[in-house]
């Protein structure tokens, strides 16, 4: 089994920059792909970025390429997720996720808990 943990959500003020980090433990051998997903209260899920962990290859969403950057560190099987010039309406709960190999974005294998930002204006 796989545990996927986040940290480094808080509140933040508009214009602020935010670092947030996701370690996978466990059984992480065949693990290919980590990423982000955000969601707010009444609203599905949705997708902010992700990397591959071998490649380092990486896919954002249309509304995160400007100001959001994912990067990994596979020694620590970590994946980080840097927010510049944050505004209100990234306020959510951000989740980590993490991919099998054979596996695709359509089903997430493993999740996070969450991570709460909150941005005030």
């Known amino acids: 089994q796989v545990q996927v943990v986040e940290s480094g959500g808080g509140m933040v003020e508009a214009g602020d920059s935010l670092t947030l980090s996701c370690t996978a433990t466990g059984r992480t051998f065949n693990l290919y792909a980590m990423g982000w997903f955000r969601q707010t209260p009444g609203k599905e899920r949705k997708f902010v970025a992700r990397?591959?962990?071998?490649?380092?290859?990486?896919l954002y969403a249309d509304f995160s390429k400007d100001r959001f950057t994912i990067s990994r560190d596979t020694a620590k099987m970590s994946v980080y997720l840097r927010v510049n010039s944050l505004r209100p309406e990234d306020t959510a709960v951000y989740y980590c996720?993490?991919?099998?190999?054979?596996?695709?974005?359509?089903?997430?294998?493993?999740w996070g808990q969450g991570t709460q930002v909150t941005v005030s204006s």
């Open positions: 996720a993490a991919l099998n190999t054979g596996s695709n974005w359509q089903k997430v294998d493993y």
């Open positions: 990397i591959h962990m071998q490649t380092g290859s990486t």
